[in-house]
């Protein structure tokens, strides 16, 4: 039969979910669940993975995968495998979006045990994700025909019709998939030449004398620049703001009240007037930054907590039972059974309970399964309202490991153990929303598509136990390489978790700090500010948001442009945010690699200083501020040029 060429306007409502014809007619019989699919959403999903980590524990902050895995997935179909399966498309694009739900799961509470001087396993990451993950799709099975078919119109899941239109267009053309792989492969050679040869430096800055000796820089990064124009110029300019705050208003008046103290002030052990402006944005600014972010995430919660209610009452008075594959039923109603529901609660609690990696006890596993319960059906309704970006999954985890920390502490678990096991239970359930959350998001696309919802949840836990394994070893290579809270890698969602736990368990932190911060974050509540944004860029070193900054300014660039003809100035909005999508993979995966060969020695020599070649064959340019201030602006045009540029663009 003739393939269709877009949408019909039914997938948007109008008619009832279970009149809809989907995309692929369920009388028309198309391979779904194969080798080439499983595999390259498998491939795509560890992709996304890494390049999620590595960036998430720089900035806070993870790209959605949907839209671009949809891209590279229809294009590695049609240009390699010479196939036009839409069905298969979707298969990969639903994996590999797993990849980004674990690995903002893993780095908001995983590297908090790093951070407390204990040991984390690849083993442990490995097992806290597969089990949030099981978790994560299975609670959401029950709710799926209710939340996707029957509220079909009333929940839009904006970033599943996103995916479901880029499927159908995308096996279309292949320019989509060629914008993407050339951000990817600029943002890796952009990487190697700062990162591998060294030829400029990654994060310059500069000295502001008058300002008490703050510092002013940037990091000189594609993937940060990609960010800033995935984000757009407000949120940019609401972590500028931030950043502005805290380098030049916060540390100087720090430094300056603080140059005649004779004393160390808490929680430093040294002297405010031999600190310069890194060590006190370390032990003081930090503090306040993440009562700021926690402030958010409360309030954030709290707005949601009418929606949190209803979609929870809703969710329940509309679940239903699975139906059987061997039954007379089309393919898009067939789903998981029941049965296996409530077995894989159950098997995760036994788990919880008795693996020796996790030493949950009893009341740590029930409380597991009863939060990742409540909260995966919370974040797979808001992911209908609102999309899978703007889900507030840090709010629900803070609520989460408030409870938690609360009852271990109150039944017995104390100290450093208690800890961990807080934080372990807060893991499990932190994965288990963000999954939750992007496999409503799938599913939703999965319903326009016409696939089999039951074979995309097992292959998207494929995707998940899979690119675990990845996300581990990123971490793991990253805290070896670099450090955990580092000013390289300052993971700061999992020092905000932390810092809430060992605040509950201890009651041992700079509060005053912290309630300063909070103080901030209810400021920007009641002035109409965005909390998380302002949060981050207080929270943050300056370098990322002025990046971030450079990137929405680009994008501004290219929007005004083609402001006055709209339907031209959507589509080269759209290439950009692909070519900048190419940009963060590119640069965090050549970032990795570079981890890699810094941390394999030759000869008492690590591989990454025999090739960075800037420092030994012109020192004065490599290590100039304004070098990399050039590189960083050619870079600029470039992506400029690149987004604004009419030729080419896909039908």
């Known amino acids: 039969m003739e393939q ?21 007619p369920t009388s028309e019989a198309m391979p779904e669940t194969t080798l080439v699919s499983i595999a390259i959403g498998c491939i795509f999903a560890i992709v996304f993975a890494a390049a999620n980590v590595y960036l998430g524990l720089q900035v806070g902050l ?3 995968a949907g839209i671009p895995a949809s891209i590279l997935g229809a294009g590695m179909l049609k240009i390699v495998f010479k196939r036009n399966n839409i069905l298969e498309a979707n298969m990969i694009q639903s994996i590999a979006s797993m990849g980004e739900s674990i690995a903002g799961g893993i ?44 509220q079909h119109g009333e929940l839009v899941f904006p970033e599943g019709m996103a995916a479901s239109e880029v499927l159908v267009t995308g096996m279309e053309g292949g320019s989509g998939f060629k914008t993407v792989m050339t951000g990817l ?51 940019a300019l609401y972590m500028f703001g931030g950043a502005l705050v805290a380098w030049f208003g916060l540390i100087p008046l720090i430094k300056y009240v603080g140059a005649g103290l004779a004393a160390p002030l808490f929680p430093s052990t040294e002297l405010i007037a031999n600190m310069d402006a890194w060590a006190i944005w370390s032990k003081y600014i930090r503090y306040i930054g993440a009562g700021a972010v926690a402030a958010g995430g409360f309030i954030s919660l709290g707005r949601s907590l009418p929606t949190i209610i209803k979609s929870f009452k809703t969710a329940m008075a509309g679940v239903g039972g699975a139906q059987d594959e061997n039954k007379n039923v089309k393919r898009t109603d067939i789903d998981t059974p029941m049965s296996w529901v409530l077995g ?14 996790l030493r949950l006890g009893i009341i740590g596993s029930i409380l597991v399964v009863l939060f990742s319960f409540f909260f995966a059906v919370v974040s797979a309704r808001m992911a209908g309202i609102i999309g899978v970006s703007n889900n507030p999954v840090s709010g629900m985890t803070i609520a989460t490991l408030l409870f938690v920390t609360a009852v271990l502490k109150a039944t017995g678990y104390t100290g450093n153990a208690g800890m961990l096991v807080a934080i372990t239970a807060g893991a499990i359930v932190c994965i288990g929303i963000a999954v939750a959350g992007g496999a409503a998001q799938s599913l939703k696309t999965t319903y326009i598509i016409g696939g089999t919802p039951k074979r995309v949840e097992w292959g998207m836990y494929a995707g998940v136990v899979i690119a675990s394994a990845a996300a581990g070893g990123v971490l ?35 509060w005053a700090l912290v309630f300063v911060g909070a103080i901030i974050g209810i400021f920007c509540a009641l002035a109409g500010l965005p909390i998380l944004p302002v949060a981050l860029g207080l929270y943050l070193p300056i370098h990322l948001s002025a990046a971030v900054l450079f990137g929405g300014i680009i994008r501004t660039l290219v929007d005004k442009k083609f402001e006055n003809n709209e339907a031209q100035g959507k589509i080269q909005t759209e290439r950009g945010i692909l070519l900048s999508s190419g940009l963060v993979a590119g640069d965090a995966l050549t970032g990795i690699v570079i981890a890699v060969l810094t941390a394999i020695k030759i000869g008492g020599t690590t591989i990454a200083s025999k090739i960075m070649v800037g420092p030994k064959i012109m020192p004065a340019v490599a290590e100039s501020s304004w070098t990399a201030l050039v590189a960083f ?19």
């Open 4 to 24: 269709k060429r877009k949408l019909s306007h039914t997938a948007y409502g109008g008619i009832k979910g279970e009149d809809y014809v989907p995309f692929v």
């Open 62 to 64: 993870t790209i959605a």
């Open 344 to 357: 894989g609660a159950v098997l995760v609690f036994l788990l919880c309970w008795l693996l020796p990696m």
């Open 476 to 510: 793991l290579m990253l805290n070896a390489t670099y450090g955990m809270g580092t000013k390289a890698i300052p993971a700061p969602q999992a020092m905000l978790m932390s810092m809430v736990v060992k605040g509950v368990m201890t009651a041992q932190l700079p």
């Open 185 to 235: 492969l600029g943002g890796g050679v952009f990487k190697f030449l700062s990162s591998g040869l060294a030829l400029w430096k990654e994060a310059p800055e500069w000295t502001i004398a008058p300002m008490q000796n703050t510092i002013f820089g940037f990091n000189a990064m594609a993937s940060i620049a990609g960010v800033g124009y995935i984000v757009g110029i407000e949120v």
């Open 633 to 651: 602006l050619i870079l600029g045009l470039w992506i400029y040029k690149f987004s604004s540029k009419v030729e080419e663009v896909a039908k």
């Open 107 to 150: 780095i908001f509470t995983l590297p908090a045990i790093i951070m407390w001087g204990m040991k984390l396993s690849l083993t442990t990451i490995v097992v806290c994700t597969s089990i949030g993950g099981l978790l994560g799709i299975l609670f959401v099975v029950p709710f799926r025909k209710y939340l996707i078919v029957e």
